[in-house]
C-alpha cells in the first residue's frame, strides 16, 4: 500500500475546521472582538498561563495578499508586556453525522509566524484532546474539561512562509467531543510585544484514514516492545540503559523533550494492536531506523488495552508515593502543591485506565488516591507473566539484571547498557529532571525515608499489600527489600 492509497478518507468524514469564508465555524462561545457591532471571531475560550485570561491577545481574519484566501492571525498587541501563553482552540462535537470514534484521523494545516511571535525557537503545540464529556460549556481548552486525555500533539518550528504540517492520531472509542489546541510557549521576559509577534493559521482540515495498517504487518516490519511501569519508578534510567543497545530505539520520555516524529508515532503505538509495525508505515519513515531494530514504548501511566511483548518494571509503593510528592519540592507550600498535583494526575490518568474507579475517587485522602491507583496500575501487570524488573534490585546489580532483560527481548548483552551514561554531557537533563550522565546506583533507594512517617508508611503497606506481595516484595517498618525468589527469571 503506498502513501496515497493510505491516506484516502472514508466518505463523508471531511470536516473544514475553518471555511475560508466565515471564520464563525471555528468554535462557538464567548465573542472576542467586534467590527462594525459584528463578531468577527468566535471562541470556546482564550486561554493563557494556567487557563486564565490572556489580555493583550488579538484575533483577526486577514486575506492572503494576491489571493482570495483567508486566514487567521493570532497575535498580541503591540507594545503589551504579558509574558503569558497565547493560543487558540475548537471543540468539534463527534455527532453519528460526523462519528470519529475510534477513528484514525489525519488533520492538517497551514502555519506561519512573525519574525518573533512568542520564543526563540518559533514554535507552536498543536494539541488534539479527546473527552467523553459531553458538556462542551464545561470544556476548557487548556485542559478540555475533567474527562481528557491528549492523542496527539505537533511541534511546528514556524517560519515567515506558510509551511504545511500534518499529524496522525486515533480517537478511543469513548469519545464524545475531540478538541484542537494551538499554543504557544510563554514569554521569556515582558518585553513589549512588536508587530511581529503573530502566528497565521489556515487550510485547517481533518481527514479519517484507514486504519493503520488494515491488516497484520507483513515479514518486513519492526518489533515492538513495551515497558510497562508507572510514574516515578526510575523509567527513565532504565530506559536509557536499554536505548544504549544497539538494536533497541527508545521511543519517547528519555531526554527532556520528545521530537515530533517520535511523539507522533507513540500516540499512535498506545492504540496499535499489533506487536509489530510495517517500516513502510507513514510514521515510521522518519525514524531511520536501522534494519535490525527494535521500537521500545514506555507504557507508564496508560494502559495497552492488547497484549504485548515487553517487560514490566516496578518499584515499592512507599518509594513511589514519597518520590511523586517530593519531586522538584523543597518547602512546606511546594509539597502541598505536588499532593494536590498528584491527584490530578492520578484522576488524569484513570480516566484511560479505568475510570469507573473516578466515581468515588474525590472520597479519599491523597494517600489513599494515590494507593488505589498503584493497586490498579500495577497488579494486574503481575499477573501478565512477562519478565519482571525490581527497580530496587536492578540499581543494586545492573549487569545480571540487563543480562536478563536482553536475554528475554532474544537480544545479545551488549557492554554499553550498563555504560550508558557515558553518553551523555555532565549537564544533560532527561526526562522528569533525571541527570542522563550519572551512572547507575542505589543512593535513590532510602529516600523514602526523608518523606515519610512510621504512620504513613504502614497504611500504604496495608492498602497495596496484595500488589506488592504478587511482586515479591516484604514491606516492614523500616525495611523494604525484595524476595530473592522473585526476582527476574
Known sequence: MNIKQLLQPYQSTTQNFIENSNFLSWSQG???????????????????????????????????????????????????????????????????????????????????????????????????????????????????????????????????????????????????????????????????????????????SLTVINDLPPSAPSDNSIPIIHVASMARSGETVFLRSLNAHPQIYNLVNLKEKDNEAETQLFRFLQHYEFKQIDRAHPLTENLKLKPNQTLLVKQGVWEHKYPFNGIVLVRNPVSVYASMISYNASSPEEFQARKKALTRNCKRWLRDIDNQLLDSFDSLNVIEQFCAFYNRRMYPLSQL??????????????????????????????????????????MATGHGLIQLAEPINPKSLNKWQKYISEDEFNVIAALTYNTWNAFGYKLGWPNISVLKEALLA
Open 30 to 204: 464567548d465573542i472576542i472582538k467586534y467590527n462594525g457591532g459584528e463578531p468577527i471571531f468566535f471562541a470556546d475560550h482564550w486561554f493563557g498561563r494556567r487557563g486564565s485570561f490572556n489580555s493583550g491577545l488579538v484575533v483577526s481574519k486577514q486575506v492572503l495578499v494576491g489571493t482570495n484566501n483567508h486566514f487567521m492571525r493570532v497575535a498580541r498587541e503591540v507594545g503589551n508586556k504579558n509574558s503569558s501563553e497565547m493560543g487558540v482552540a475548537q471543540i468539534v462535537p463527534l455527532s453519528n453525522k460526523c462519528n470519529l470514534a475510534e477513528k484514525t484521523i489525519s488533520l492538517s494545516m497551514n502555519l506561519r509566524a512573525g519574525a518573533n511571535y512568542s520564543n526563540p525557537n518559533q514554535q507552536v503545540f498543536v494539541y488534539v484532546l479527546a473527552s467523553n464529556d459531553e458538556v462542551t460549556k464545561e470544556l476548557n481548552p487548556f485542559t478540555l474539561g475533567n474527562k481528557s486525555q491528549t492523542i496527539g500533539l505537533l511541534k511546528a518550528t514556524l517560519k515567515r512562509e506558510f509551511a504545511h504540517f500534518s499529524l496522525i492520531v486515533k480517537v478511543p472509542a469513548d469519545a464524545q467531543q475531540i478538541m484542537l489546541v494551538l499554543r504557544t510557549l510563554e514569554l521569556s521576559d515582558s518585553a513589549p510585544a512588536t508587530e511581529d509577534d503573530f502566528f497565521d493559521l489556515m487550510n485547517v
Open 385 to 426: 507473566g512477562l519478565p519482571i524488573v525490581h527497580y530496587e534490585e536492578f540499581c543494586l546489580r545492573p549487569e545480571p539484571y540487563l543480562k536478563k532483560v536482553l536475554s528475554s527481548l532474544s537480544l545479545n548483552y551488549e557492554e554499553s547498557v550498563t555504560q550508558s551514561h557515558l553518553n551523555y554531557s555532565a
